[in-house]
């Protein structure tokens, strides 16, 4: 059985404590990476580019809409994902809306996390 | 003109056509903004000496390149790698540019860009007004009523969306266009609209907001001349701005269209936004833009209010239903049947739409417009009332309370 561990956390908080930066640290999760590989538990992990560069695809009545920022109805829980190599925002945003559920909720599309971002 | 002044227009006019060609040469949004902002202030320094070029344009791409080249070898190499191109591939800057023709015009891909859906429509906007417009950062900020670092809070997250998300760079492909095209022309007259709203802002930047929406009109219909509803908009925003003296009075109270001196109307402007429209109709394409001037052309046409041909609106507004329904498109056909046909007819129909025009002032101020006419003034009274209390407009709401005044003073 396979789980997707989904990491929330507030953006905008600053990384006040000692602790929080300790938890920050490329060193930490690495270790965990590792610990989690020698377990053989580890099939896939990636961070995500902030919110701040995520879209939004609905389809209703047959027509895609497209929003700016992430899906932010609370009462809508997160049922899957694809992982998908895409040329640009607008051929993923294509892919996007060929997704039966996004007749029904909405995609939440977001960049991988990159160095350069 | 002192030089200044001449630097400020040279670069408003090829800011967005340098722009664009830049992007599309760096690969890089924010890069080719940075440069030819460094760019600019050379051109300060330079032209204040030696005079404007002869081909500002070509010179700001050649010096902004350059300075481009100079940013990408400052960079940290991890920084560096990130960018989509190495500079040594950037096209070598040319010392004596030659002609303007040497600039591709590459205004389209930077407007859609600008315009694409991924981004809020407030951003949208300022995005489109800074960089197509060449207005800068202080200046989108006045005309929205936010402060400068909110404006620029606003443009830098939007550009960093498009180089972090990939938005792509480009015309989009034809499956695509028509709903891009639509949010294109959106973007362009919430900007007329924005200047054209008779609001208590300041009037010089609203009047620069029209002239600049316009223009973006103007450009896109040389950029997509297949495009009926690109002339559309354009004859559209034409005919409304060719009002504009005659609908504040010299006190700054809104006239309205029925009661404005219509010798105050811009002729050249009501002639060239006709032209427009008929150009636009030969393609065959309709749209509602097109519909929209058409009704806005059967206003102009006429020297007289009364002469007005209701009927012909009338009819206009039931394309345009069906074309984008809508509750504001149901309240204005109810008052063109009222004009057109009967009184009565018109009023019962917009009363029909209180359920969901209830918080629409426009809505309340048509229905005391109505009872007016048909003088049942005490109902006229109330729905003054109400679309007084509904209107944020300072000076919408002024005319509404001296609508309000002579219907209860005449009452007494």
């Known amino acids: 059985m396979k789980y997707m561990l989904l990491m929330y956390a507030d953006?905008?908080?600053?990384?006040?404590?000692?602790?929080?930066?300790?938890?920050?640290?490329?060193?930490?999760?690495?270790?965990?990476?590792?610990?989690?590989?020698?377990?053989?538990?580890?099939?896939?992990?990636?961070?995500l580019s902030p919110v701040a560069n995520a879209t939004t695809v609905r389809v209703r009545e047959g027509k895609a809409l497209i929003t700016d920022g992430p899906f932010a109805e609370?009462?809508?829980?997160?049922?899957?994902?694809?992982?998908?190599?895409?040329?640009?925002?607008?051929?993923?945003?294509?892919w996007a809306a060929k997704i039966p559920s996004a007749m029904l909720g909405s995609i939440e599309v977001r960049p991988l996390w990159s160095p350069d971002a | 003109m002192s030089a200044t002044t001449q630097i400020e227009k040279t670069y408003r006019e090829e800011h967005g056509r340098v722009l664009a060609a830049l992007i599309g040469q760096l690969g890089d949004f924010e890069l080719a903004e940075d440069a030819?902002?460094?760019?600019?202030?050379?051109?300060?320094?330079?032209?204040?000496?030696?005079?404007?070029?002869?081909?500002?344009?070509?010179?700001?791409?050649?010096?902004?390149?350059?300075?481009?080249?100079?940013r990408i070898r400052h960079l940290a190499p991890l920084e560096r790698n990130a960018?989509?191109?190495?500079?040594?591939?950037?096209?070598?800057?040319?010392?004596?540019?030659?002609?303007?023709?040497?600039?591709?015009?590459?205004?389209?891909?930077?407007?859609?860009?600008?315009?694409?859906?991924?981004?809020?429509?407030?951003?949208?906007?300022?995005?489109?007004?800074?960089?197509?417009?060449?207005?800068?950062?202080?200046?989108?900020?006045?005309?929205?009523?936010?402060?400068?670092?909110?404006?620029?809070?606003?443009?830098?997250?939007a550009r960093k969306k498009i180089h972090d998300a990939g938005i792509p760079y480009r015309v989009p492909p034809v499956d695509l266009l028509p709903e891009r095209l639509?949010?294109?022309?959106?973007?362009?007259?919430?900007?007329?609209?924005?200047?054209?709203?008779?609001?208590?802002?300041?009037?010089?930047t609203r009047q620069e907001l029209c002239g600049e929406a316009i223009r973006l009109g103007r450009v896109l219909v040389h950029l997509l001349p297949q495009s009926a509803e690109a002339r559309g908009l354009l004859a559209l925003m034409l005919l409304h701005d060719s009002r504009r003296e005659a609908r504040l009075s010299a006190k700054g109270e809104l006239v309205l269209l029925e009661e404005q001196d219509r010798t105050r109307w811009d002729s050249h402007k009501i002639q060239e936004g006709i032209a427009i429209l008929d150009e636009a109709i030969a393609l065959r394409d309709p749209g509602p833009y097109q519909v929209q001037a058409a009704i806005s052309a059967l206003h102009a046409e006429v020297p007289a209010a009364a002469s007005t041909d209701w009927r012909q609106i009338a009819?206009?507004?039931?394309?345009?239903?069906?074309?984008?329904?809508?509750?504001?498109?149901?309240?204005?056909?109810?008052?063109?049947?009222?004009?057109?046909?009967?009184?009565?007819?018109?009023?019962?129909?917009?009363?029909?739409?209180?359920?969901?025009?209830?918080?629409?002032?426009?809505?309340?101020?048509?229905?005391?417009?109505?009872?007016?006419?048909?003088?049942?003034?005490?109902?006229?009274?109330?729905?003054?009332?109400?679309?007084?209390?509904?209107?944020?407009?300072?000076?919408?709401?002024?005319?509404?309370?001296?609508?309000?005044?002579?219907?209860?003073?005449?009452?007494?």
């Not at chain 2, 003054?384 to 944020?392: D, G, N, P, V």
Request: aromatic content about 6%; glycine content about 4%.
């Open chain 1, 11 to 47: 953006e905008s908080k600053g990384l006040q404590t000692p602790e929080e930066q300790q938890a920050h640290a490329p060193e930490t999760w690495y270790a965990l990476m590792d610990e989690m590989k020698a377990a053989g538990v580890l099939v896939s992990n990636n961070g």
């Open chain 1, 74 to 94: 609370t009462h809508e829980q997160l049922g899957g994902f694809f992982l998908l190599d895409c040329k640009d925002l607008d051929e993923a945003l294509r």
């Open chain 2, 36 to 70: 030819l902002q460094d760019a600019l202030v050379n051109a300060l320094e330079h032209w204040q000496m030696d005079g404007v070029p002869r081909n500002p344009g070509a010179w700001l791409l050649t010096v902004a390149k350059r300075r481009a080249i100079d």
């Open chain 2, 83 to 157: 960018l989509p191109l190495d500079p040594e591939s950037i096209p070598a800057p040319q010392e004596e540019p030659e002609m303007d023709d040497s600039i591709p015009d590459e205004r389209l891909k930077l407007m859609f860009t600008c315009c694409h859906p991924a981004l809020a429509l407030e951003a949208q906007v300022a995005l489109t007004l800074r960089t197509l417009g060449g207005l800068s950062t202080p200046e989108v900020a006045r005309a929205f009523l936010v402060s400068e670092p909110t404006m620029a809070q606003r443009l830098a997250r």
């Open chain 2, 182 to 204: 639509d949010a294109l022309l959106a973007v362009i007259y919430l900007i007329f609209n924005e200047g054209y709203a008779a609001s208590s802002g300041d009037i010089l």
């Open chain 2, 315 to 412: 009819m206009l507004y039931d394309t345009l239903a069906q074309m984008t329904p809508s509750m504001v498109v149901e309240v204005n056909r109810a008052v063109a049947i009222a004009m057109a046909r009967d009184l009565q007819e018109g009023l019962k129909l917009l009363l029909s739409l209180e359920d969901q025009a209830e918080n629409f002032y426009p809505y309340h101020a048509a229905c005391a417009d109505l009872l007016r006419r048909t003088n049942q003034r005490e109902a006229a009274a109330d729905a003054y009332q109400r679309a007084i209390e509904l209107c944020s407009n300072p000076t919408e709401r002024a005319y509404l309370q001296r609508c309000f005044d002579t219907l209860t003073d005449s009452v007494k």
